[in-house]
């Protein structure tokens, strides 16, 4: 490719003498290559991200394209280069057989005059982002540009009013302003020729209804209005925009019902209005063409429409915090991936139909008033990753049909009102990491074979009526951080816990016997340890209270014995209601000897864990400062 010898002499001339170069270049035109040059000695030089090599072709660059046979530049792309002076902006404009011209991730402050004086000339100019910069003031008035179909300016800090700026982009197809901080009533003068497509103004302050006007933009396919100010009704003419796929309404205090009209629109696949005052019920057929559906956290009353779940093409639906009443409607789609109706008060039983539901995911049906028992169909469902049936009025046992649930990694059917015992099946949930059936009325003991279960990182069980001891074999849970076991009649003696336990181990308000093991000063991590309310007996074990990461120790109401040690002086320690119990402790002033041995402790933690992580030589200023804010007598000679 090189006609030349690189060599630093040529490198250097070229650079400072361009035009007496003329030959090292293929057919692109000089201005053209004239004004890359001395874009690249102007604003680029000193750039470490930039490869650009003067006596090379430019259509060689990188971030440079060229049209077929290098006859002119068609793309500049300088995304992630760093700038942060705008001055040099106003030359790419001599470019002008620019098509596209990409600025993005940059450190750009301003849009000089001279940029859009000089760039809107350029006709075939199709497309400009200056997107996740540091822009900031008003919107510039863009005249000319009358090829721009896409102007992406989102992620800056651009504000006030938008009116008239925009109106003359005649081709105008994109416009993304999201995360900017406009203000003001959602901009209607998008370009006279009406040709706009996407119009993105998420995460702004804009406020006000949606106008009729917008919906003078036939062409529109997707409209991103979230995370603004935006109130009123919902204007029914919004399903005349017959084109319209994606509608995002989410984060605003929009009132009033969701418009009827949308369910007539075909190509609507998806319609989310999350967070907002929508009231009233959800209009029947709404689902009809749609994909995904997100209305949480409304006020929709009224029941879910019998036939709203059951449309082939619908594969999310998410209708939890609403006031919704009614029973959970049997007919579902086929391709549902994921269904979310908790914190609603649904009544009515679970349709034994979801068994049939091979794609879903993720079934959410918490906090309503569901009553009779958990189908075994849903065993069926190969797919389920989560299952959250909780804070119901489930009854029954727990089917042993959901060992077939080979997916799942969350089960929570805490607060209901379950009986029978935990089925033997529960060990074929190998990628089970969460378990919460507490407070329920389960009986029986607790599977030893549960220990299997080897990525089970939290496991509650509280609160039901489970009997027996606790297996051994509970050791083995190398995974386990967490174990809540408390308000049961669990008998017999403390066995070795896994030492990795860290959450909290608590076993309270059970019958065990026996002492405190001193194994559990293994536990180096644990924060909470509850062993209240049981029949526990002998001394509590040297060290228990000086545990490092220990912050409450609660052995009160058990049949402890001896003299209570001293303890860290962080920790809450409950041992009352031990009758033998002698307690030395005269005053409760804290040991102010303990309190700075903790400190130097945290402190030289903190030093080892940067020195292994590698930064121990070279400790950054940002690392200084934060370990000064936490121990500021470290850092009080000369800096302060
Ligand atoms: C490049 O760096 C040199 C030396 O620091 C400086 O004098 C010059 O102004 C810089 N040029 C540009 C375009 O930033
Ligand atoms: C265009 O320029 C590129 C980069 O220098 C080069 O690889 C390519 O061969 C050139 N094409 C023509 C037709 O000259
Ligand atoms: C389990 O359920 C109990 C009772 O509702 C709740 O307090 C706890 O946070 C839940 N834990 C997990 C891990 O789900
Ligand atoms: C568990 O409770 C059921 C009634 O709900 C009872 O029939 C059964 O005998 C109990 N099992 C145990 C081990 O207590
Ligand atoms: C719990 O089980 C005991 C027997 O083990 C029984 O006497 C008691 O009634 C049961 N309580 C509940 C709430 O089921
Ligand atoms: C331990 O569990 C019991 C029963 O669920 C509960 O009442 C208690 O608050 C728990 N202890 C701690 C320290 O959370
Ligand atoms: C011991 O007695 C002191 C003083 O009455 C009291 O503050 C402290 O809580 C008691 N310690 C325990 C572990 O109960």
């Given at each position: 490719m090189n006609r030349y010898e690189h060599s630093t002499p040529l490198l250097h001339f070229c650079l400072f003498f361009f035009l007496l170069c003329p030959l090292v270049f293929s057919q692109l035109p000089s201005n053209q290559r004239t004004t890359m040059i001395n874009i690249l000695s102007e604003a680029l030089i000193n750039n470490t991200d930039l490869s650009w090599d003067v006596t090379t072709d430019p259509c060689s660059w990188n971030?440079?394209?060229?049209?077929p046979g290098n006859l002119s530049i068609t793309e500049i792309?300088?995304?992630?280069?760093?700038?942060?002076?705008?001055d040099f902006l106003p030359l790419l404009c001599q470019i002008d057989s620019l098509v596209s011209l990409d600025l993005s991730n940059n450190s750009l402050a301003s849009i000089p005059d001279g940029f859009i004086t000089d760039c809107g000339k350029i006709g075939g100019l199709q497309l400009l982002t200056i997107s996740r910069?540091?822009?900031?003031?008003?919107?510039?008035?863009?005249?000319g540009f009358v090829g721009l179909q896409f102007l992406d300016l989102s992620f800056n800090s651009l504000s006030g009013n938008i009116s008239l700026q925009l109106e003359g982009l005649v081709a105008l197809k994109s416009l993304n302003l999201s995360v900017n901080l406009f203000n003001g009533l959602i901009p209607t003068n998008l370009g006279k020729a009406m040709a706009l497509e996407q119009l993105q103004l998420s995460k702004n302050s804009f406020q006000g209804g949606i106008p009729d006007q917008i919906?003078?933009?036939?062409?529109?396919?997707?409209?991103?209005?979230?995370?603004?100010?935006?109130?009123?009704?919902?204007?029914d003419r919004i399903g005349d925009l017959s084109k319209l796929e994606v509608l995002i309404l989410s984060a605003n205090v929009f009132s009033g019902k969701i418009p009827e009209t949308l369910s007539s629109i075909k190509s609507l696949s998806r319609f989310a209005a999350y967070q907002n005052k929508f009231e009233g019920t959800i209009p029947s057929g709404l689902t009809r063409f749609l994909k995904n559906l997100d209305l949480t956290y409304n006020k929709l009353t009224g029941s879910i429409p019998s036939d709203m779940l059951a449309p082939s093409n619908l594969q999310t639906v998410d209708l939890s915090y609403n006031l919704l009443t009614g029973p959970v409607p049997p007919n579902i789609s086929p391709s549902m991936v994921r269904l979310r109706l908790g914190s609603n008060s649904l009544n009515g039983t679970i349709p034994s139909t979801f068994g049939t539901l091979e794609k879903l995911m993720y079934l959410?049906?918490?906090?309503?008033?569901?009553?009779g028992s958990v189908p075994p169909e849903l065993g069926s469902c190969r797919n389920l990753m989560l299952l959250n049936l909780a804070g119901n009025k489930l009854n029954g046992a727990l089917p042993g049909q959901l060992g077939g649930l080979s997916q799942l990694q969350v089960m929570k059917l805490q607060s209901n009102k379950l009986v029978g015992e935990i089925p033997v099946e529960i060990i074929q949930l190998q990628k089970l990491l969460t378990l919460n059936i507490s407070w329920n009325s389960l009986n029986g003991s607790i599977p030893s074979t549960i220990s299997s279960l080897q990525s089970l990182t939290y496991l509650h069980l509280q609160n039901n009526n489970l009997s027996g001891p606790i297996a051994p074999t509970i050791v083995n849970m190398d995974s386990l951080l967490e174990l809540q076991l408390g308000g049961n009649q669990l008998s017999g003696k403390i066995p070795s816990m896994p030492v990795k336990?860290?959450?909290?181990?608590n076993l309270s308000t059970n019958l065990l016997v026996g002492p405190i093991p001193k194994r559990l000063l293994q536990l180096t991590a644990l924060e909470v340890l509850d062993l209240s309310n049981n029949s526990l007996s002998g001394e509590i074990p040297t060290g228990l209270t000086q545990m490092a990461s220990l912050t409450k120790l609660l052995l009160s109401n058990n049949q402890l014995s001896g003299i209570i040690p001293k303890s860290n002086s962080w920790l809450t320690f409950d041992a009352n209601g031990n009758k033998d119990l002698i307690n030395t402790t005269t005053s409760n002033s804290t040991?102010?000897?303990?309190?700075?041995?903790?400190?130097?402790?945290?402190?030289a933690s903190v030093i080892g864990f940067a020195v292994g992580m590698g930064i121990g030589l070279a400790i950054s200023n940002n690392f200084y400062k934060i370990l000064c804010s936490l121990h500021k007598k470290l850092c009080n000679h000369g800096r302060d």
């Open positions: 971030g440079v394209t060229c049209s792309s300088l995304s992630g280069f760093s700038l942060s002076s705008s910069n540091r822009l900031d003031g008003p919107l510039p008035t863009f005249h919906i003078d933009y036939q062409n529109l396919t997707l409209v991103d209005f979230s995370a603004n100010h935006l109130s009123g009704p919902v204007p959410e049906l918490e906090n309503n008033s569901l009553t336990l860290q959450i909290a181990l040991s102010p000897k303990s309190a700075k041995k903790r400190k130097s402790v945290t402190v």
